[in-house]
C-alpha cells in the first residue's frame, strides 16, 4: 500500500466476524496505521499492539454515539457487519409467501439502518482535509439491474437501500469533505457464519477465506478516489451497477 493512500485511524465495526477480524488482522499488519479500532457489540477482541477493542451496537444509538466521541477524526472506516439467516428461523425467502415483517425488520436493521446509523456519527468526524474512506460491505445481489434470479427478498431489498444511503452520503459529504470516499464492497463469497448454510454450490476457486477477501477489499480501498464515491466495487475493484 503506498503510503499517500496508507490510513493512519482505522475502525472496524463486526470486529467479531469472519470478514470483520480478518480486517482487523490486515490492517493491523500495516506499518503506517496507528490505530485499529475493533468494535463489535461484545468488545471482546485479542487486543494488543495497535489494535483497541471497544463495544458498539450498529443498531443502538446511544453507544455509537458514545463510541464516536472517543475516536479522533479516523480516515478509514469500514462497516464489515451483515446478517443473512440466523439459528431462529431467520433464511432467505423463495417466495413473495414466505415474506415476513419480523424478518424484514431483522435484516434491515443489520444490512441498512445499522450502517446509516454509523455512518451519521462517524462521517462528520472524518478528516476534511485528506483523503478518507467510509466503506460498507455490500452484495452483489443489491443491484437491481443486476436482478435475474429474483428471491431472497429482505437481503436483498436491504443491500439495495444500503448502496442507495451510500450514494446520498457521498453527495452530501462532497460539499465539505471533498476528498471523501463512501463506497459499497462485494467481498464475493466468503467461507464465514453468513454464506456458509449457502455456498455448497460455489464454483472451485470461488469461496473466498476471510483473510483473502480482507486483502481483496483493501487493496480495493486502497485505490479509491473521490470520483469513484458513492458506487459499489466488487472484491476485484469492478463497478457494479445499480
Not at 96 to 103: D, W
Not at 148 to 159: D, E, F, I, Q, V
Request: aromatic share 6%; glycine share 10%; net charge positive.
Amino acid at each position: 500500500m503506498s503510503a499517500e493512500h496508507s490510513p493512519k485511524e482505522v475502525v472496524i465495526f463486526g470486529a467479531s466476524g469472519g470478514i470483520g477480524s480478518a480486517l482487523v488482522r490486515h490492517y493491523a499488519a500495516l506499518p503506517g496505521v496507528k490505530t485499529v479500532h475493533a468494535v463489535s457489540r461484545s468488545g471482546a477482541y485479542d487486543a494488543g499492539g495497535r489494535v483497541v477493542a471497544q463495544a458498539a451496537d450498529i443498531t443502538d444509538e446511544d453507544t455509537l454515539s458514545n463510541f464516536a466521541k472517543s475516536t479522533h477524526a479516523p480516515d478509514l472506516v469500514i462497516v464489515a457487519t451483515g446478517i443473512l439467516s440466523d439459528s431462529a428461523g431467520l433464511t432467505p425467502e423463495k417466495s413473495l409467501k414466505q415474506q415476513n415483517l419480523p424478518a424484514f425488520e431483522r435484516v434491515f436493521a443489520v444490512n441498512t439502518f445499522g450502517p446509516a446509523l454509523v455512518a451519521k456519527h462517524l462521517l462528520p468526524r472524518m478528516p476534511r482535509d485528506q483523503r478518507a474512506v467510509f466503506a460498507a460491505l455490500s452484495a452483489r445481489v443489491g443491484s437491481i439491474s443486476d436482478n435475474g434470479l429474483g428471491g431472497w427478498h429482505a437481503y436483498r431489498a436491504s443491500k439495495t437501500a444500503l448502496n442507495m444511503l451510500l450514494r446520498n452520503y457521498a453527495i452530501e459529504m462532497a460539499r465539505t469533505h471533498p476528498n471523501l470516499v463512501c463506497a459499497g464492497l462485494h467481498p464475493g463469497t466468503v467461507d464465514t457464519g453468513l454464506s456458509r448454510p449457502f455456498s455448497r454450490g460455489v464454483p472451485e476457486g470461488k469461496l473466498f477465506t476471510p483473510d483473502y477477501a480482507a486483502s481483496c477489499l483493501a487493496g480495493v480501498i486502497q485505490n479509491l478516489e473521490p470520483q469513484h464515491s458513492g458506487k459499489i466495487f466488487d472484491w476485484a475493484g469492478k463497478m457494479i451497477p445499480a
